[in-house]
Protein backbone atom coordinates (compact mmCIF):
# COMPACT_ATOMS: atom_id res chain seq x y z
CA UNK A 1 0.00 0.00 0.00
CA UNK A 2 1.11 3.70 -1.15
CA UNK A 3 2.63 5.20 2.38
CA UNK A 4 1.86 8.61 0.33
CA UNK A 5 -0.82 9.25 -1.76
CA UNK A 6 -0.65 12.49 -4.15
CA UNK A 7 -4.21 11.74 -6.27
CA UNK A 8 -4.09 15.38 -8.28
CA UNK A 9 -1.58 14.14 -11.41
CA UNK A 10 -2.04 17.72 -12.31
CA UNK A 11 -3.55 20.92 -11.31
CA UNK A 12 -4.74 24.53 -13.00
CA UNK A 13 -5.49 27.56 -11.02
CA UNK A 14 -5.64 31.23 -12.43
CA UNK A 15 -2.87 33.47 -11.43
CA UNK A 16 -4.07 35.10 -7.85
CA UNK A 17 -6.19 32.28 -6.95
CA UNK A 18 -5.73 29.89 -4.25
CA UNK A 19 -4.92 26.34 -4.75
CA UNK A 20 -4.82 23.29 -2.54
CA UNK A 21 -2.51 20.28 -3.29
CA UNK A 22 -3.63 16.96 -1.72
CA UNK A 23 -1.30 14.85 0.48
CA UNK A 24 -2.80 11.48 2.27
CA UNK A 25 -0.33 9.61 4.31
CA UNK A 26 0.04 6.36 6.27
CA UNK A 27 1.79 5.49 9.28
CA UNK A 28 1.20 3.70 12.52
CA UNK A 29 3.94 5.79 13.83
CA UNK A 30 3.12 8.54 16.61
CA UNK A 31 5.82 10.71 15.33
CA UNK A 32 6.73 11.43 12.62
CA UNK A 33 7.06 14.72 9.77
CA UNK A 34 5.60 15.70 6.32
CA UNK A 35 7.22 17.48 3.95
CA UNK A 36 6.43 19.80 0.88
CA UNK A 37 9.17 20.17 -1.45
CA UNK A 38 8.60 22.21 -5.09
CA UNK A 39 10.53 21.38 -8.31
CA UNK A 40 10.63 23.48 -11.35
CA UNK A 41 11.53 22.44 -14.61
CA UNK A 42 14.77 23.41 -13.19
CA UNK A 43 14.94 20.12 -11.43
CA UNK A 44 15.97 21.26 -8.06
CA UNK A 45 13.91 20.06 -5.57
CA UNK A 46 12.71 23.07 -2.83
CA UNK A 47 11.69 22.54 0.38
CA UNK A 48 8.81 24.71 1.34
CA UNK A 49 7.00 23.87 4.62
CA UNK A 50 7.14 20.83 7.53
CA UNK A 51 4.82 19.94 9.74
CA UNK A 52 5.82 17.56 12.38
CA UNK A 53 3.05 15.30 14.51
CA UNK A 54 3.29 17.03 17.62
CA UNK A 55 3.00 20.13 16.52
CA UNK A 56 -0.10 21.98 17.64
CA UNK A 57 -0.70 24.47 14.85
CA UNK A 58 -0.54 23.58 11.23
CA UNK A 59 2.69 25.30 9.62
CA UNK A 60 2.64 28.25 7.48
CA UNK A 61 5.62 29.76 5.10
CA UNK A 62 4.59 32.56 3.49
CA UNK A 63 2.62 31.90 0.99
CA UNK A 64 2.47 28.54 1.52
CA UNK A 65 0.35 26.66 4.77
CA UNK A 66 -0.47 22.99 5.51
CA UNK A 67 -3.68 22.37 6.64
CA UNK A 68 -2.79 19.26 8.55
CA UNK A 69 -5.95 16.85 9.61
CA UNK A 70 -4.03 14.24 11.83
CA UNK A 71 -7.37 12.14 12.18
CA UNK A 72 -7.92 12.19 8.61
CA UNK A 73 -3.76 11.60 7.82
CA UNK A 74 -4.19 14.37 5.40
CA UNK A 75 -0.99 17.34 4.61
CA UNK A 76 -2.33 19.25 1.84
CA UNK A 77 -0.58 21.99 1.02
CA UNK A 78 -2.44 25.26 0.53
CA UNK A 79 -0.57 28.35 -2.27
CA UNK A 80 -2.14 31.47 -1.33
CA UNK A 81 -2.25 34.37 -4.25
CA UNK A 82 -1.00 32.00 -7.24
CA UNK A 83 2.34 33.18 -9.41
CA UNK A 84 3.43 31.97 -12.37
CA UNK A 85 6.15 31.30 -11.14
CA UNK A 86 4.59 28.63 -8.86
CA UNK A 87 4.24 26.61 -12.16
CA UNK A 88 6.24 23.62 -10.65
CA UNK A 89 5.79 19.78 -9.37
CA UNK A 90 5.11 19.54 -6.04
CA UNK A 91 6.28 16.44 -3.88
CA UNK A 92 5.05 15.61 -0.35
CA UNK A 93 7.15 13.02 1.65
CA UNK A 94 6.78 11.85 4.97
CA UNK A 95 9.72 10.73 7.53
CA UNK A 96 8.76 8.13 9.81
CA UNK A 97 9.84 8.53 13.75
CA UNK A 98 12.18 11.10 15.34
CA UNK A 99 14.07 13.52 13.68
CA UNK A 100 16.40 13.39 16.11
CA UNK A 101 17.53 9.66 14.72
CA UNK A 102 19.61 10.55 12.44
CA UNK A 103 18.62 7.42 10.89
CA UNK A 104 15.29 7.93 10.59
CA UNK A 105 16.35 11.17 7.67
CA UNK A 106 17.26 8.64 5.20
CA UNK A 107 14.04 7.14 4.95
CA UNK A 108 11.93 9.50 3.79
CA UNK A 109 9.13 8.23 1.46
CA UNK A 110 7.78 10.35 -1.23
CA UNK A 111 4.76 10.87 -3.56
CA UNK A 112 4.36 10.66 -7.12
CA UNK A 113 4.11 14.27 -7.49
CA UNK A 114 1.48 17.05 -8.38
CA UNK A 115 1.99 19.40 -11.69
CA UNK A 116 0.67 22.52 -10.91
CA UNK A 117 -0.08 25.41 -13.59
CA UNK A 118 -0.80 28.59 -13.16
CA UNK A 119 -2.57 30.09 -15.99
CA UNK A 120 -2.30 33.97 -16.30
CA UNK B 1 26.06 31.87 -1.62
CA UNK B 2 25.62 28.60 0.09
CA UNK B 3 24.70 25.23 -1.29
CA UNK B 4 25.00 22.30 -3.45
CA UNK B 5 26.98 21.64 -6.91
CA UNK B 6 26.44 18.72 -9.39
CA UNK B 7 28.28 18.40 -12.50
CA UNK B 8 27.95 17.63 -15.33
CA UNK B 9 24.17 18.86 -15.48
CA UNK B 10 23.87 16.68 -18.63
CA UNK B 11 25.87 13.49 -19.14
CA UNK B 12 25.86 10.56 -22.43
CA UNK B 13 27.86 7.24 -21.68
CA UNK B 14 27.59 4.16 -24.08
CA UNK B 15 26.28 0.78 -22.76
CA UNK B 16 29.37 -0.73 -20.77
CA UNK B 17 31.06 2.58 -19.30
CA UNK B 18 31.07 3.69 -15.81
CA UNK B 19 30.35 7.30 -14.83
CA UNK B 20 31.06 9.40 -12.20
CA UNK B 21 28.62 12.24 -11.22
CA UNK B 22 30.19 14.92 -9.01
CA UNK B 23 28.61 16.85 -6.11
CA UNK B 24 29.94 19.21 -3.63
CA UNK B 25 28.42 21.12 -1.04
CA UNK B 26 29.64 24.39 1.03
CA UNK B 27 26.89 24.28 3.82
CA UNK B 28 28.89 22.47 6.19
CA UNK B 29 26.31 19.79 6.12
CA UNK B 30 27.01 16.05 7.76
CA UNK B 31 24.90 14.17 5.94
CA UNK B 32 24.27 13.46 2.26
CA UNK B 33 22.49 11.53 -0.33
CA UNK B 34 21.95 10.76 -3.57
CA UNK B 35 18.76 10.25 -5.10
CA UNK B 36 17.65 8.80 -8.36
CA UNK B 37 14.40 10.12 -10.02
CA UNK B 38 12.23 8.20 -12.90
CA UNK B 39 9.17 9.76 -15.04
CA UNK B 40 6.27 9.32 -12.93
CA UNK B 41 7.94 8.15 -9.82
CA UNK B 42 8.99 9.50 -6.64
CA UNK B 43 12.15 9.66 -5.62
CA UNK B 44 14.35 6.67 -4.61
CA UNK B 45 17.40 6.61 -2.26
CA UNK B 46 20.70 5.26 -3.70
CA UNK B 47 23.17 5.56 -1.21
CA UNK B 48 23.58 8.07 2.12
CA UNK B 49 26.27 9.11 4.20
CA UNK B 50 25.79 10.45 7.74
CA UNK B 51 29.99 11.57 8.05
CA UNK B 52 33.36 11.45 5.89
CA UNK B 53 34.64 8.00 5.30
CA UNK B 54 30.99 6.35 5.84
CA UNK B 55 28.79 5.40 4.08
CA UNK B 56 25.15 3.08 3.77
CA UNK B 57 23.15 1.75 0.90
CA UNK B 58 19.71 2.90 0.24
CA UNK B 59 16.83 1.21 -1.53
CA UNK B 60 18.54 1.05 -4.54
CA UNK B 61 22.25 0.77 -4.73
CA UNK B 62 22.78 -2.02 -7.10
CA UNK B 63 24.96 -0.89 -9.74
CA UNK B 64 26.24 2.02 -7.69
CA UNK B 65 29.13 3.43 -6.22
CA UNK B 66 30.21 5.83 -3.80
CA UNK B 67 32.78 7.40 -1.49
CA UNK B 68 33.07 10.12 1.36
CA UNK B 69 36.64 11.48 1.48
CA UNK B 70 35.50 14.72 2.44
CA UNK B 71 32.93 16.43 4.04
CA UNK B 72 32.04 18.29 1.13
CA UNK B 73 32.50 15.92 -1.79
CA UNK B 74 29.93 12.98 -2.23
CA UNK B 75 30.50 11.51 -5.76
CA UNK B 76 28.24 8.53 -7.40
CA UNK B 77 29.59 6.38 -9.51
CA UNK B 78 26.88 4.34 -12.19
CA UNK B 79 28.78 1.54 -12.69
CA UNK B 80 28.22 -0.68 -16.36
CA UNK B 81 26.06 -2.90 -13.93
CA UNK B 82 23.25 -0.74 -13.28
CA UNK B 83 20.92 -2.39 -15.82
CA UNK B 84 18.83 0.94 -16.40
CA UNK B 85 21.11 4.00 -15.43
CA UNK B 86 19.28 6.47 -17.87
CA UNK B 87 17.55 8.62 -15.08
CA UNK B 88 17.95 11.94 -13.20
CA UNK B 89 20.20 12.10 -10.07
CA UNK B 90 19.58 14.16 -7.12
CA UNK B 91 22.20 15.08 -4.42
CA UNK B 92 20.87 16.24 -1.06
CA UNK B 93 22.52 17.32 1.95
CA UNK B 94 21.48 18.36 5.75
CA UNK B 95 22.37 19.04 8.91
CA UNK B 96 22.76 16.36 11.63
CA UNK B 97 19.57 16.17 14.34
CA UNK B 98 19.84 18.66 17.39
CA UNK B 99 17.38 20.87 19.12
CA UNK B 100 13.93 22.05 16.59
CA UNK B 101 16.33 20.10 13.67
CA UNK B 102 12.97 18.94 11.25
CA UNK B 103 14.86 16.78 8.96
CA UNK B 104 14.36 18.92 5.45
CA UNK B 105 16.66 18.41 2.69
CA UNK B 106 18.78 20.67 0.56
CA UNK B 107 19.01 19.67 -2.57
CA UNK B 108 21.48 20.24 -5.99
CA UNK B 109 19.90 20.76 -9.40
CA UNK B 110 20.31 17.53 -11.00
CA UNK B 111 22.06 15.66 -13.26
CA UNK B 112 20.41 14.15 -16.13
CA UNK B 113 22.48 10.71 -17.33
CA UNK B 114 21.27 9.15 -20.78
CA UNK B 115 22.80 5.85 -22.02
CA UNK B 116 23.00 5.04 -25.44
Known amino acids: AQKITQTQPGMFVQEKEAVTLDCTYD???????LFWYKQPSSGEMIFLIY????DQQNATEGRYSLNFQKARKSANLVISASQLGDSAMYFC?????????????????WGLGTSLAVNP | DGGITQSPKYLFRKEGQNVTLSCEQN?????MYWYRQDPGQGLRLIYY???????QKGDIAEGYSVSREKKESFPLTVTSAQKNPTAFYLC???????????????FGEGSRLTVL
Open chain 2, 92 to 106: ASSLAPTGAYTGELF
Open chain 2, 27 to 31: LNHDA
Open chain 2, 49 to 55: SQIVNDF
Open chain 1, 27 to 33: TSDPSYG
Open chain 1, 51 to 54: QGSY
Open chain 1, 93 to 109: AMREGSPLNAGNNRKLI
